[in-house]
């Protein structure tokens, strides 16, 4: 999260502005406490929330009949606990 004082928010509104309409949010410091924090209005068909997994490196945005892929898969259903995942990982050697 990007912070700025009061006289830098002042004097830099629009490119702050912008660094929101990217996806992030701006921290507003008064004499180094946070006192407001600029944010994005999400739209309600949700693509805001993808932009902000994209950013986050979960999604990223495929080319032709894929529009997204999900980088992070669920673990198979197979696997009972936590335990047993890291002893089939020593297992395999990884």
């Given amino acids: 999260m990007k912070r700025a004082?009061?006289?830098e928010a002042k004097?830099?509104?629009s490119a702050l502005?912008?660094?929101v309409k990217r996806g992030a949010s701006v921290l507003i410091l008064?004499?180094?406490l946070p006192v407001a924090r600029l944010e994005g209005i999400?739209?309600?068909d949700g693509s805001d929330r993808r932009a902000r997994l994209e950013r986050a490196g979960v999604l990223v945005r495929?080319?032709?009949q894929a529009a997204v892929k999900l980088i992070m898969q669920a673990p198979p259903a197979s696997r009972a606990s936590v335990l047993d995942a890291?002893?089939?990982e020593r297992?395999?050697?990884r």
Avoid: F, P, V
Wanted: cysteine-free.
């Fill in 5 to 7: 004082s009061i006289s």
């Fill in 11 to 13: 004097n830099q509104l």
């Fill in 17 to 19: 502005i912008d660094h």
């Fill in 30 to 32: 008064d004499r180094g």
């Fill in 42 to 44: 999400e739209s309600e």
């Fill in 62 to 64: 495929g080319r032709g």
């Fill in 86 to 88: 890291l002893l089939e």
């Fill in 91 to 93: 297992a395999d050697g």
